[in-house]
């Protein structure tokens, strides 16, 4: 039977999306060949090619000016990527996790780095505010959600400054106004596909403030605009399942439907947290992840965390652990996840909190 999926990443896939993945590897549209045995520069492949960076920009509402690319290394190859084609002096950027303080450790290598605010003393369990975004500063970076500790920032924020996104996690999960970032890119594998392909959205004006000349031609920005992302070998089986993910997507309503689910699904869990003695939420309710929802037993339950794992695997709800540096559980809900594998984990909460309350 299938389980509920609520991993953090690589994650939970739509059916149409597994289906057709396994149909293609076996053999792609009838033509004898598996796509992972096709070329690169096929005309199959690059048709594939062409309608995934479509989609995603008709999806998302890309503006004209920007292009899509689909590369490999990870969201965590773009944390030096940026920095190296655009940190000409000193760069500004929002510590809300461990995502950013990596990014943050990169960005150092190849400049000053001005670290705007940071929720470190609380362990990131909140979103700093209150903050000013420095005017002379190359560039702004932000972790829009934060994968391990449960937090999100919800609103396209106004930057002076070109403003850098990393969105691996809630990429496709609401409407975005794609005009205010210069770029947002993220690994596939939370909702966009399998782990393997990372996507990155760049405008194109800001290739123009590249002024470092010693960059490697793989890491160049410009050089991956120009080739298409076919500079070399694209993850090209992944590409094809981040294709059907958004023929998915786009089946099921698009981003406005996206949006509301992750409303109803999260607002279903979070709902169930608070309204527990046995269990309680770790992040204030204005920063609370749709996305990624992390939560404790109460001090008097502590002991039973372990036990309740168990219980909601014996429910079919896997994945449930919540990181080392939070403890408890962390139930990602990811767009792929169906409203019915949270109402499964909320009744596995109240049926185990009845019996052990
Ligand atoms: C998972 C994740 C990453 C790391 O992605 P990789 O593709 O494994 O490098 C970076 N940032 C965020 C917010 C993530 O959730």
């Known amino acids: 039977m299938r389980k509920h999926i609520f991993n953090a990443g690589p994650c939970v896939l739509s059916d149409m999306a597994r289906e057709n993945t396994s149909k293609a590897i076996l053999d792609l549209d009838g033509i004898g060949q598996s796509i992972m045995e096709v070329s690169h520069r096929s005309k199959e492949f690059i048709t594939i090619f062409n309608e995934t960076v479509d989609l995603f920009k008709e999806i998302l509402s890309v503006p004209e000016g920007y292009s899509v690319l689909f590369l490999g290394g990870g969201a965590s190859m773009q ?51 209150g903050y000013t975004i420095p005017d002379d500063v190359d560039y702004f970076h932000i972790t829009t959600n934060n994968t391990i500790k449960g937090t999100e920032i919800l609103k396209d924020i106004d930057s002076p400054v070109p403003l850098m996104a990393d969105m691996s996690s809630d990429i496709l999960s609401r409407p975005v106004d794609v005009s205010k970032y210069d770029i947002i890119y993220g690994g596939a594998q939370k909702n966009l596909g399998p782990a393997g392909v990372t996507f990155v959205i760049i405008k194109d004006e800001i290739l123009e403030r590249v002024t470092r000349s010693n960059i490697p031609t793989m890491l160049k920005y410009r050089t991956q ?59 204030p309710v204005e920063d609370r992840s749709r996305m990624n929802i992390c939560f404790v037993m109460t001090e008097k339950y502590k002991d039973k ?44 909460m109240n049926d185990y909190e009845k019996a052990n309350a």
């Open 305 to 348: 965390e372990a036990d309740f794992i168990s219980f909601a695997a014996s429910r079919s709800c896997v994945g449930i652990k919540g990181h080392r540096s939070v403890g408890g559980f962390r139930a990602s809900c990811y767009n792929a996840l169906e409203i019915d594998g949270v109402q499964a984990l909320v009744d596995a």
């Open 79 to 129: 944390f030096c990527m940026i920095p190296f084609n655009f940190l000409n002096n000193k760069a500004a950027y929002l510590d809300t996790g461990t995502w950013s303080t990596k990014a943050i450790k990169e960005a150092r290598l190849f400049g000053e780095v001005d670290v705007v605010a940071s929720s470190a003393d609380d362990n990131f369990l909140h979103i700093p505010k």
């Open 225 to 283: 605009v120009e080739k298409g992302s076919m500079f070399n070998t694209p993850p090209v089986t992944a590409i094809f399942t981040v294709r059907e993910t958004l023929r998915w997507v786009k089946s099921m309503g698009g981003l406005e439907v996206m949006n509301k689910l992750a409303q109803a699904k999260s607002d279903l869990l979070y709902n169930a947290i608070d309204n527990s003695s046995m269990f309680t939420g770790t992040v």
